[in-house]
């Protein structure tokens, strides 16, 4: 039988503290990255747990490598994984898409002082362009993947939908999409596709993980000149920024003061 939510979640907190026993590290940020920070989970949808570590000081003197990944458990419940503080960094200094997703994550199972020295810099980081080629190759695959006849598993659906209104959101306010389905389609989706996109979001709620539907022309359409829109804002924009690893490294060298 399947926990309750209550002790998943209990269960997520202690897992947390089992991983930094085990592994010699500390914690600094956890939060839930997919369908259920979101916000179109199904009754059966597992938890994705991600969640950022710092390890000893001496750790990151040393010469030979140390993995900046650990992959702490993967099952029909849990999926719980997290990055190196330095890994976060590092990619941040890319713009990676998925720092700014995890930090806006409306469910959030662990944070500190020092994850909150990693958002007080992750606007000045955001590159609009990298942001936009990311969710308009997930919209893409997505597409290609999951068009293939006239019905779709609605699961899909909806990961279909989302990066197309996250691209919409970046072209509109200039900054990360929010997590929250709800809150990007309230923005970002006509009035007149709602109707459509509701029906999908009762139907994918109250089934199971693999429930199929029939698709919508009207939201096909949307997909699909979101895709065109994007493409075309992205061959004029120019970016203006350039980063530099300057406070990068200060809030890494502020954070490992704590471990020495």
């Excluded at 010699?24 to 916000?39: D, K, L, P």
């Excluded at 072209?171 to 007149?192: G, R």
Aim: contains cysteine; proline residues 3%; charged residues 30%.
């Amino acid at each position: 039988m399947r926990p309750t939510k209550i002790e998943i979640i209990e269960s997520i907190k202690q897992k947390l503290s089992d991983i930094e026993q085990k592994e010699n590290v500390r914690i600094i940020y956890a939060c839930e990255s997919g369908s259920r920070a979101w916000g179109f989970e199904s009754e059966d949808s597992d938890y994705d747990v991600r969640f950022v570590y710092v390890r000893n000081a001496q750790d990151y003197l040393r010469l030979e490598e140390k993995r900046d990944v650990i992959e702490a458990e993967l099952n029909e419940v849990y999926d719980i994984n997290g990055w190196d503080i330095q890994k976060l960094l590092r990619l941040l200094m890319k713009s990676n898409p998925t720092i700014f997703e995890w930090a806006a994550s409306p469910i959030v199972y662990r944070t500190s002082e020092d994850w909150e020295k990693v958002k007080a810099i992750l606007s000045e980081y955001f590159q609009l362009d990298k942001s936009m080629y990311h969710y308009l190759s997930m919209l893409k695959n997505n597409v290609r993947n999951y068009f293939c006849s006239d019905d779709i598993i609605l699961k899909k659906y909806l990961y279909i939908l989302r990066p197309a209104l996250a691209l919409e959101w970046i072209m509109q306010h200039k900054c990360p999409p929010p997590m929250k389905f709800s809150e990007l389609a309230e923005n970002c989706l006509p009035s007149e596709l709602m109707p459509s996109v509701e029906r999908i979001l009762e139907a994918k709620k109250s089934a199971d993980e693999k429930a199929k539907g029939h698709r919508a022309e009207d939201i096909d359409y949307f997909v699909q000149t979101k895709i065109l829109d994007s493409q075309a804002y992205l061959q004029s924009y120019k970016r203006e920024n350039s980063l530099t690893w300057e406070k990068l490294n200060e809030v890494f060298l502020s954070i490992l003061k704590k471990e020495l």
